[in-house]
């Protein structure tokens, strides 16, 4: 199980990108990260890389990234 402090340290790594971390209490982590990108699949690629080093720079054990997703600041201020 991921405590507290393990979640506060992959807040501490994506806080650059303006992101915000999950999973305290359960055996997976994720963030939420704003990223700039020319497209899609960018957004995804650059997200995706920084999410990965955030969660070494936080001493979290290696895992698949199982899912990801992008919004543009168009769709999000449409929710």
């Not at 806080?15 to 305290?24: L, P, R």
């Not at 957004?43 to 920084?50: E, Q, R, V």
């Given at each position: 199980?991921?405590?507290?402090?393990?979640?506060v340290e992959l807040a501490d790594a994506v806080a650059a990108?303006?992101?915000?971390?999950?999973?305290?209490?359960?055996?997976?982590?994720?963030?939420?990260?704003?990223?700039?990108?020319?497209?899609?699949?960018?957004?995804?690629?650059?997200?995706?890389?920084?999410?990965?080093?955030?969660?070494?720079?936080?001493?979290?054990?290696?895992?698949?990234?199982?899912?990801?997703?992008?919004?543009?600041?168009?769709?999000?201020?449409?929710?």
């Amino acid at each position: 199980m991921l405590t507290r402090e393990d979640i506060v340290e992959l807040a501490d790594a994506v806080a650059a990108c303006d992101g915000i971390a999950t999973g305290i209490g359960t055996s997976r982590y994720g963030a939420q990260l704003v990223v700039d990108a020319a497209s899609r699949d960018e957004a995804i690629n650059a997200a995706t890389d920084l999410f990965l080093r955030a969660a070494t720079a936080a001493g979290l054990p290696p895992a698949p990234v199982v899912r990801t997703e992008a919004i543009s600041e168009e769709e999000d201020d449409s929710l």
